[in-house]
């Protein structure tokens, strides 16, 4: 008796459950980014005013982890439907079959900056790697490109780049190295790393945006390779740093579906919106990011347009995501490696 | 050494007596043992649901992580021979274990005076003072790491203020390298220590230590040869709680650490989130396990009295 009550009390609360998360399901998408500023301007740019439009509520999560989206589409119990990722994941992930392919009858595809548009992903936005200074530290000698990061004589103390193996750190040496921008890929591993040799004792690695910018406006590190919006920011507190925009490097997030989720029809309306022209500027606005959307450059703050990568085109390199989707993780092997020795 | 023989196990000694004596006084021995073989485990069934807990939520999954060392991408030892194969690794492994004993000895050499000077101040001030230690414990782990950073980077305040009075002329590099992670690591895992550690000195009867004294001993000998040893179950598991802690540390090498210090979890992260390589880390965190297994048997021979008897005395 007492265990058939149970056994309905554990039915009907399963059954509740169901539900409800059927209720819920019906019309909500899980948005997931990397949290901070970045997330919060995704927040208010895309997902308020699509809440009011369309009647669907995003539920805001994070921080984005790829171990954890490969879980959840191997086990079939998938939780996010829309994902930030970096570009050169997005591609892995399709290779791997994690990605839902996306409904380019719903997201308009022809107004998508084609260097951020797969049949899987769409550019959440664009961003450069530029050469960033701390002008007390330097005084005078303003460094121009990334050949300065390797001249310790003229611009004495360290050297902040991005520790992980990812598209960034291998192009600059090559670039310094006097490699030219359209014969960068394949990447020549052997001599990026041994013009890295020459600066290795001056380098201190940042892992996220929050520790490059203290290290630079302490002047811990007196130049270094940053994301441009780090550097905005860092100006727009008043911090002593300057920037080069020569041969800044382009890298970009992308925003992916994983493979089962259960709210695909709205997750791509979601995106339709997120890439739209007015979605794409209003975030760049609040971020200082670049907007994938060819028709946003015309919608951007008059103030803020020159300090984004946009302005910028004409000495631009686009990373080779394709490139390191494929070789990643190899080069990862390579780089461990040289780190360690 | 006298610790060391009343603790080790009365199977093992009734064992042997009945070895030397012949059979006929082990037939007598026998029902004794079984006796005492009872009563040892007579509370076992209570420990039904942790055993079903550890091994439905714990063990299945790591087995079922572990697996996939050998199972992914291809069946076979593939992934092993790619982490034998490449000095790479075996340096991020020494690194690891390198940076957990230092941290461990750091933090017992720092614990142990803190865990002392808890037991000797009046009680009312102990207690305050265990719950300052309790309350770093509290504070958020990223928190305490970035103030490390602000207090010992090049324009941090240690190094400016050495520079004001003089001592050096350039800035010391105490941070994004070895002794950075090695500094904030030892202050993470010094409530680690002292909280063992306190509870055995506490138990400690200050008769004991007056005794040595009267008997002659000077305040040397009573401390190396007296109050030490009394000391060794809570030092040895602190060390154990610290080290086995230290190899699995992420957040305060990353942040502290140069990448050349890179030890495996940060390896081990880079494989399961970059690259989705889980083949690869799961190998590497079979190596770990392996031999942290490894080194908590040569404690567990080194040491017979076990922590958890010595904290069940007290």
Not at chain 2, 112 to 132: D, K
């Amino acid at each position: 008796m007492v265990l058939n009550k149970r056994a309905t009390a554990v039915l009907f609360a399963g059954l509740l459950a169901t539900v409800s998360h059927a209720a819920i399901a019906a019309e909500s998408v899980n948005f997931v980014s990397w949290g901070g500023s970045t997330q919060d301007a995704q927040k208010q740019a895309w997902a308020d005013p699509f809440s009011k439009a369309s009647g669907v509520t995003v539920v805001q999560d994070g921080p984005t982890d790829y171990g954890k989206l490969k879980a959840m589409v191997e086990s079939g119990n998938v939780q996010w439907d829309v994902v930030d990722v970096e570009a050169d994941f997005a591609l892995r992930a399709a290779s791997e079959g994690l990605l839902e392919p996306l409904d380019f009858s719903v997201i308009q595809r022809d107004k998508i900056d084609p260097r951020f548009v797969s049949d899987y992903g769409v550019g959440s936005f664009f961003f450069s790697f530029v050469l960033g200074y701390n002008e007390s530290k330097l005084g005078a000698s303003k460094p121009q490109d990334w050949s300065a990061l390797f001249d310790t004589k003229t611009y004495p103390g360290k050297r902040a780049l991005y520790k992980w193996p990812s598209p960034g750190v291998l192009e600059l040496a090559l670039l310094a190295d006097g490699v030219a921008a359209d014969k960068l890929y394949p990447l020549d591993l052997d001599r990026a790393f041994k013009k890295l040799d020459t600066i290795k004792k001056d380098i201190v690695w940042w892992g996220g945006g929050a520790q490059s910018q203290q290290l630079l406006a302490s002047g811990e590190a007196s130049m270094g390779q940053f994301w441009n919006g780090r550097i905005h920011a860092l100006q727009e507190d008043g911090a002593p740093v300057g920037v080069s925009w020569k041969q800044n490097l382009v890298m970009a997030d992308i925003l992916v579906v994983p493979k089962g989720t259960k709210n695909k029809a709205a997750a791509m309306k979601f995106l339709a919106n997120a890439s739209s022209a007015k979605g794409q500027a209003d975030f760049s606005n609040l971020t200082a990011y670049a907007p994938v959307n060819v028709d946003s450059v015309a919608r951007l703050d008059s103030v803020l347009a020159p300090n984004l990568p946009t302005a910028y085109a004409k000495d631009q390199i686009t990373l080779d995501f394709a490139y390191w989707a494929k070789n990643g993780p190899a080069i990862a092997t390579r780089w461990n490696e040289w780190l360690v020795k | 050494m006298k610790m060391a023989a009343t603790a080790s196990s009365p199977a093992t000694k009734t064992g042997s007596a009945a070895g030397a004596a012949g059979a006929v006084p082990a037939k007598a021995e026998v029902p004794k043992q079984s006796a005492s073989m009872a009563q040892r485990w007579r509370g076992a069934s209570n420990l039904i649901p942790a055993l079903l807990f550890l091994g439905l939520f714990f063990l299945a999954p790591l087995i079922g992580l572990l697996l996939r060392g050998v199972l992914e991408p291809v069946p076979g030892l593939g992934n092993y021979e790619q982490l034998f194969a490449n000095s790479a690794y075996a340096r991020v492994l020494l690194n690891t274990f390198s940076v957990a004993g230092l941290v461990t000895l750091f933090s017992l050499l720092l614990g142990f005076p803190l865990a002392w000077a808890i037991t000797l101040v009046p009680r009312g001030w102990g207690r305050w003072i265990l719950n300052i230690v309790l309350l770093s414990m509290w504070t958020s782990l990223l928190a305490r790491t970035y103030s490390w950073l602000v207090l010992l980077q090049a324009s941090g305040v240690i190094n400016k203020a050495l520079m004001a009075m003089g001592i050096i002329d350039q800035p010391l590099e105490m941070v994004h390298n070895l002794t950075g992670v090695v500094i904030g690591m030892s202050y993470i895992m010094i409530p680690f220590i002292v909280l063992p550690l306190q509870a055995t000195m506490q138990a400690i009867d200050p008769m004991i230590l007056q005794a040595g004294s009267i008997c002659g001993a000077s305040p040397w000998t009573n401390f190396f040869r007296v109050f030490l040893p009394l000391c060794r179950p809570g030092l040895f598991s602190g060390g154990l709680m610290v080290f086995v802690m230290s190899l699995g540390y992420y957040v305060t090498p990353a942040l502290l650490g140069g990448a050349q210090n890179m030890m495996l979890p940060e390896f081990i992260i880079q494989q399961v989130q970059s690259f989705l390589n889980w083949g690869l880390a799961s190998a590497g965190a079979a190596l770990l396990i392996v031999i942290t297994l490894v080194l908590f048997y040569f404690y567990l021979k080194l040491q017979p009295e076990s922590p958890v008897g010595a904290s069940n005395a007290r």
